[in-house]
Every structure is written in structure tokens, then in C-alpha cells.
């Protein structure tokens, strides 16, 4: 606020994850701004695009990068840059110890917005989903209520703070139930296992929880947990079973998104299902709808997920076309997953109508790539797509068709796909083909190339 934050300015952040950057959470919450967190492994280029969108009032970074990033920043019309840590006079922390009068809360309504976080679209660029305090409050009393958290729990917190799971889901419920958490760098497994003794609650993707099982001192040291959460990506049925039968906990699994926070849940006490993502959640309405009638399809079928409730954020960022090309006329957001209902009403996921792959985790857009690959020299045609992956659930391939007596430099291509995009999203895979298999209607079959260069992994574990 004393640096002239007013309400609804953005306040921008990319830094290494730190409790300073609760600090900045609460900060921007009480002066009315609205937090905007970036992925740590975004590109200059990529922090660019977003500042521009978004226009900033403050971007805070680490020391490290200040040098490199404040000159982006300014370009993009920043007015001030801070550094989250340390004790220089654009410190976070300087400025808070050197803040001696007390500043009044701004008073903020439910519809107003504290937080943007970008995630990409099949279409274009990323898009800034708009959270409201409703939508944010609303969730996270419900996951309270549901997973059961109190003041005696204690977290776990080893995810990224930049998405909605690790800053929304983990933080807001341990905040809002007045409980504690261990806050990690990142995921390290041996740290994870050494602090289940003291903690009762987890959350993670699966990546975690497929790693943690190579541990032989995970048994011993899960017993006592109250607690394991899983989400973001699918939990295979295998993961959950082999869990249960090293661990005796069954891993719970929910369902978000981070237009709609947390959709569904499996339930705490009754029968927590395998390869479900359970039922949805309180005051929250889950439909599966036909792609061609729009119709509700019946139990046992399948169709497009669709979600209405408090949880739904209230558009996309300066760009209400791409809003309403989410939402129907009934307020029912389309999330672009597809699911079917089983006969005890267990919402089962199985697939995605939208061209998605999500690796570790992290939301790779293939048009994306796509777009960066068709510019190079030499290439005629592109198409990404994701192949199974041991670690990562998926993993990200790209299938190039050159012009004609064309040679691409497939060194130099990787070197530039590494300029402009973050390290998760980069091909771990090149493959030159000659065409593109196409189904009658024109469009790329990503399934076909899928089989033919699913086996990858197989022959090079190491990618
Ligand atoms: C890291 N790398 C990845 C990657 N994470 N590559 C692909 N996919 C990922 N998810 C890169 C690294 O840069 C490195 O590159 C190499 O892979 C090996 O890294 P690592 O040491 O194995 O990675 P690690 O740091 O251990 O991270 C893996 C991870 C992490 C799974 C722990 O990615 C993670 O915390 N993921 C969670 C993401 C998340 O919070 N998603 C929620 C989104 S919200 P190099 O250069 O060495 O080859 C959402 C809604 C909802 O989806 O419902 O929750
Ligand atoms: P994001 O856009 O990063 O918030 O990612 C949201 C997407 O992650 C959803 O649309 C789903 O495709 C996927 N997702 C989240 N949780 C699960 C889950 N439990 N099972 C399968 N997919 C999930």
C-alpha cells in the first residue's frame, strides 16, 4: 500500500518458493490487490507475454534474477520492482520491517478478484483465470469440512505455490482450519518420509506418490499419517492399490481445475475408489454432457464434464470472448474433460475432449509448441502429443514433417524451443516423419502417433 497498490492492481510474482511469499499472498489480499503468480521455470519470453497481459503494478523476483528480469519488467510497464528476500531497500522483507504505521485492511466484497493464474488454452495464447475471494473462500471451507482438517493437522507442503493446487488447495485449507505445514523447497522424497512422523496430511500429484513408493522406510514412516490427497493428474488404479497394501492409507483423489478449484472429491469415510475421482463436491453440480445434443447423458455413459457452482471463477482476464466460449447459457462451465458416472454415482475419468497434456502435473498445450515448431526453417508441418511416461504420467513428442528436401537442424531446434519455453514443456522427443496420419475429416490423429512412438520410454528410460 505505501507503494500506491490500489485496489484490483496486480501484483506479480516470480520466486523460488519461499514463506516470504505468504507474506506477499496476505499482503495483496489486505491491500485489495490481486495476486498474479508465475511458474518458476518460465522463460523471459513467457514473462513477458504474461506482464504484458496483465499489466502489473509490482513485480517481485528473487535476488538472483533481478538483474535479468527487472528491465523486462519495466518494459512491460511495471512500476515497481521488489525482490521477495534479503535486506536491500527493494527487499519485501526490508520494506515490512521498515513499515512502522499501521495501514488499514481494504475492505474487499465476494465478487471482487484476489487472484489470476494463467493456464494455456487449445486456442492461443494463456489465458488469466479471474478468482474470486468467493470462489476461493467457498472451496476451501467445503475441502475443510469434507477432508475433516483441524488445528492438530499438520501438512506436508512439498508442491509449487505457483498453481492453484499447491497455493490454493494445500494453503487455503491448512489457513482456513488454523492448522500447520512444513513448508519444502520442492518434492524430495527422503525429506517427505522423514516428516510423515511429525504430520498428518499430504498432498501431492501422482508423480509424487509413484516416487515415494520406491522408499523401503515408507511403510514404517506413513502409518501414522491421518491423510494422503491426490490430484492434478490421473492416480492409476495400480499407484493407488500398491499404496494401500505398503502404506495400509487409501489416497484419496480429487478433481480440479484451476477455472473451477476443486470439483469433485472421493469421499473421507466411505469407500474411497480406485481410478475414480469420487462424487461432487457440497453445493457444487457435476453434469456429463453429450458433445452433439448438449444433453445430460445417462448414468454409465460418457460425456463432457461440466461444473456450476460458487467454486467458478469469473472469466477470463480482458477477454470475455474466450469466457463465454467456456460457459453455457446455464451457467455450467465445460472443463474439457470427459467422464462417466457409475452406478454408485463415482464420477470416473476417462479421457480428455481437449488437446491437453498434462506432464508431472504440469499442463502442456500442444498448439503451443506447434505454433514455435512451424516457424522454424525447414518445417513444413507439426504436431505434439503426449506418450506414457513412468515418472510423469505423460511426456511431451513432436512429430515434424519438413518441406520437401528439407533438413532440420534438430539441435538448433531444441535450442531454440529451450529460449521460448519452459523446461516441462520442451519435446523430450523429435521425431521426423514423412506426413501426418489424418483421419477423413483432415484432423491429426495425435492417438495414432501416440502408438507409434509410445514405446520410447521403453527404449530410453532415461528421457
Ligand atoms: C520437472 N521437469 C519436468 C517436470 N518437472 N518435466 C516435465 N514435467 C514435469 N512436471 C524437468 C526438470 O526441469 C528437469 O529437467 C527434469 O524434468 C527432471 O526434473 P526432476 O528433478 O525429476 O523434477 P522435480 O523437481 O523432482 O519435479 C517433478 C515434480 C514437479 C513432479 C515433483 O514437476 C512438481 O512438483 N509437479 C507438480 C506440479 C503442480 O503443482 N501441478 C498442479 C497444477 S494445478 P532437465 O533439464 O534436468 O532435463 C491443477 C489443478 C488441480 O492441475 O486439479 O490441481
Ligand atoms: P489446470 O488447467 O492446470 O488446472 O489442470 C486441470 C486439468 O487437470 C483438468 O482439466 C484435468 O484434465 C486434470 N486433472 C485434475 N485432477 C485430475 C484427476 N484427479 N484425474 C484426472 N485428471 C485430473
Redesign the pocket.
Known sequence: MALGVSPGDRVAIQAAKHVAMLELYGAAIISGAILLPLNTSYTKAEISYFLNDARPKIFVCDVESEASLADVAYDCGVKTVLVLTGSSENSLEWLRDAQTTGLAPVPRGAEDIAAILY?SGTTGRAKGAMLSHRALASNAAVLVALWRFSKDDRLIHALPIF??HGLFVAINVVMMAGASMDFLAGFDAEAIIGLMLESSVLMGVPTFYTRLLKYPALPDAARGMRLFVS?????LVETHRQWEMQTGHRIL??????ETNMNTSNPYDQERRPGT?GFALPGIEVRMVDSGTGLEVPDGEVGGIEVRGANLFSGYWENPEKTAAGMCADGFFK???LARRDEEGYIH?VG?AKD?I?SGGL?VYPVELELIIDAFPGVDESAVFGVTHPDFGESVVAAIVPHKGATIELAALHEHLAGQLARFKQPREIVIVDALPRNTMGKVQKNVLAASYGDFNKEHPHH
Do not use: C, F, K, Q
Not at 490430484?231 to 492416480?235: I, T, V
Open positions: 493456464t498453481h492453484t490430484g492434478s493428474a490421473p492416480l483423489e480429487r478433481y480440479g481445475m484451476t475421482v472443463t474439457g474433460d475419468i480428455r491437453l498434462i499442463n
